[in-house]
């Protein structure tokens, strides 16, 4: 049997390659190895440039200040759609901020998972059924998200946070809040943090979407229409902490 020395000593004499090992006459030496980037790549502000891809993709981005601003916006969107009926995931942001209230106030249908419809469900009825049936049912749905996704304008949204994901689906406009500290530059950092733990738990068998723009669809002479199958209208509002005071 050939040992590996031999046959390694065989394989350069065949090349024609020096027997010690050297490189041959002509030929470079191996690059050396790569070196990590840390410190070299530009470091991109992430909310203009998560701002600038979400318009590329018909986005629409808006930026709550205060209290008073995010009010004013959201009413300006439910206004200009025309809604009745809203529908909103049980992403405790919209929980603390009092979204639920806030909207009933102005008169329009909530519903909330898991309560599924306005006044709860009726006995004997499946809530996720229900709310399913008011998601497809309203004009607009507001969520909050996992991540903002600033390389492509995507929102991540996850089934542990928002419950059902329908909220972000099912309306022809979708409204989405989130904070500065779910900004992320690239879908690396999304994975690696998804594969953290959550609230210190591991985490359980979920669900996301990654949401990037409004639902569009294209036919075979590639005449682009939006709002066939999803959202045809989206709205992403950065959510201050002066909205919280």
Request: glycine share 8%; charged share 20%.
């Amino acid at each position: 049997m050939v040992g590996r020395q031999e046959m390694i000593l065989r394989i350069r004499k065949a090349l024609a390659r020096p027997l010690d090992g050297s490189p041959a006459m002509g030929e470079s030496a191996p690059p050396p190895p790569a070196q990590p980037m840390t410190g070299v790549m530009p470091t991109i502000p992430l909310l203009p440039k998560f701002e600038e891809e979400l318009a590329k993709v018909a986005g629409v981005s808006h930026c709550a200040a205060n209290r008073q601003a995010l009010e004013e916006i959201l009413q300006s969107i439910l206004s200009q759609a025309k809604a009745t009926n809203v529908v909103l995931s049980r992403n405790r942001l919209l929980e603390t901020l009092k979204i639920e209230s806030l909207v009933r106030g102005w008169g329009k249908s909530v519903s909330v998972w898991p309560a599924a419809v306005t006044g709860g469900s009726p006995v004997g009825e499946d809530p996720a059924r229900a709310f399913a049936q008011a998601a497809f049912a309203s004009t607009v749905g507001i969520t909050g998200v996992e991540f903002a996704l600033a390389e492509t304008g995507s929102l991540v949204v996850s089934s542990s946070t928002e419950g059902s994901q329908l909220a972000s689906l099912a309306p022809p406009v979708y409204v989405a809040l989130y904070r500065r500290t779910q900004l992320v530059a690239s879908l690396d950092e999304v994975l690696q943090r998804l594969a953290m733990t959550y609230d210190g738990d591991p985490l359980p068998g979920r669900s996301f979407v990654f949401i990037t723009g409004t639902s569009r669809t294209a036919d075979i002479e590639q005449i682009l229409i939006r709002g066939v199958h999803g959202p045809g209208e989206l709205h992403a509002i950065l959510v201050e902490e002066a909205c919280f005071s």
